[in-house]
């Protein structure tokens, strides 16, 4: 029942950090938002680690560092997805995706095993993930191959993270996550000092790389997104504008946040089975939408209050179960 709890909480509190990386992400470009976002998160579970303790051991910080690596491929296919489009279909199925794929590991691979009411529960979650995840008010089209492909992909890396965080010893404490975080900051640095180094040999200033340009959708280092607000150059929308300085906190705050649900998420798979785990933590979205609708204002659609009452009432038969 504990870990059914915390995985909710968990999915609650990555929807927040896809939260404030997607509005920072409106000022600054979403690479450097994940790359801010991981600095920060990284230093949050430095600070824990020694409070917490932790057995470093080749293995965990292998299946650690796997696990940034699988964060960052979920990214770069979230990225593409939105590029690509539609996000009404395309949102929903990742967030589907991310839930099936270590739910099936779990019960298939693992063997575990479940009660009538936990099975019951688990199909209660994957209707509520679609209906959370759904996008309201974007013209539904038919997708491409090429998006389903990479939806597919961006669910599965996400799933991926999941199974991979599930396969570290009890003892290692916090260690796989400060070597996820830290893989997450080397390459996603990497990847800004790169498009620095471009910008200045075509006569630009190198701090012209941390401004939006194309995709802006402020990924977590986990892989999560806020997909809801996310939008292209070509076909966004404009916002208030808030300072570069606020979203600079805003970044950081969306990685300590990240860090945090990492944490829960982590406890979770440790006390509880991996397919009870999965399932509700890909109900993340729930959490942006009701940031959304109490910070911005934004009506939240029927079909969404729907999916986040299912949420609640599978959160309740998987912690029963």
């Given at each position: 029942m504990i870990s059914a709890v915390l995985a909710l909480v968990g999915a609650l509190l990555y929807g927040a950090a896809d939260f404030f990386g997607g509005v920072a992400a409106k000022r600054l470009r979403s690479i450097v938002v994940t790359a801010v976002a991981g600095l920060s998160g990284l230093i949050a579970l430095a600070i824990a680690l020694p409070l917490v303790g932790g057995v470093w051991t080749l293995a965990d910080m292998a299946w650690g560092a796997l696990a940034g690596l699988f964060g960052l491929i979920a990214v770069a296919l979230l990225y593409a997805c939105l590029a690509?489009?539609?996000?009404?279909?395309?949102?929903?199925?990742?967030?589907?995706?991310?839930?099936?794929?270590?739910?099936?590991?779990?019960?298939?691979?693992?063997?575990?095993?479940?009660?009538?009411?936990?099975?019951?529960?688990?199909?209660?979650?994957?209707?509520?993930?679609?209906?959370?995840?759904?996008?309201?008010?974007?013209?539904?089209?038919?997708?491409?191959?090429?998006?389903?492909?990479?939806?597919?992909?961006?669910?599965?890396?996400?799933?991926?993270?999941?199974?991979?965080?599930?396969?570290?010893?009890?003892?290692?404490?916090?260690?796989?996550?400060?070597?996820?975080?830290?893989?997450?900051?080397?390459?996603?640095?990497?990847?800004?000092?790169?498009?620095?180094?471009?910008?200045?040999?075509?006569?630009?200033?190198?701090?012209?790389?941390?401004?939006?340009?194309?995709?802006?959708?402020?990924?977590?280092?986990?892989?999560?997104?806020?997909?809801?607000?996310?939008?292209?150059?070509?076909?966004?929308?404009?916002?208030?504008?808030?300072?570069?300085?606020?979203?600079?906190?805003?970044?950081?705050?969306c990685g300590v946040v990240d860090a945090a649900a990492n944490v829960l998420l982590l406890v979770a798979l440790r006390g509880g089975e991996l397919s009870i785990v999965s399932a509700l933590t890909a109900l993340y979205p729930a959490g942006t939408i009701l940031l959304a609708a109490i910070v911005l204002r934004e009506r939240v659609a029927g079909i969404q209050w729907l999916g986040l009452a299912l949420a609640l009432v599978a959160g309740g038969m998987l912690a029963l179960g």
């Open positions: 690509v489009g539609p996000m009404s279909i395309l949102s929903p199925l990742t967030a589907v995706i991310s839930a099936i794929a270590p739910m099936l590991w779990g019960l298939l691979i693992d063997g575990e095993t479940l009660s009538p009411v936990a099975y019951a529960g688990l199909g209660v979650a994957l209707v509520a993930v679609v209906l959370v995840g759904f996008i309201p008010g974007e013209k539904v089209v038919r997708p491409s191959a090429r998006g389903l492909l990479m939806a597919v992909g961006a669910g599965a890396a996400i799933g991926g993270f999941l199974i991979v965080l599930d396969q570290t010893a009890t003892d290692s404490g916090l260690v796989p996550l400060v070597m996820s975080r830290a893989t997450t900051v080397v390459v996603t640095s990497a990847i800004v000092a790169g498009l620095a180094m471009v910008a200045v040999r075509r006569g630009l200033a190198a701090a012209s790389v941390l401004t939006p340009a194309g995709t802006s959708v402020g990924a977590t280092p986990s892989g999560h997104a806020d997909l809801e607000h996310a939008s292209t150059g070509a076909t966004a929308v404009p916002q208030p504008a808030s300072p570069v300085a606020r979203a600079w906190w805003l970044a950081i705050v």
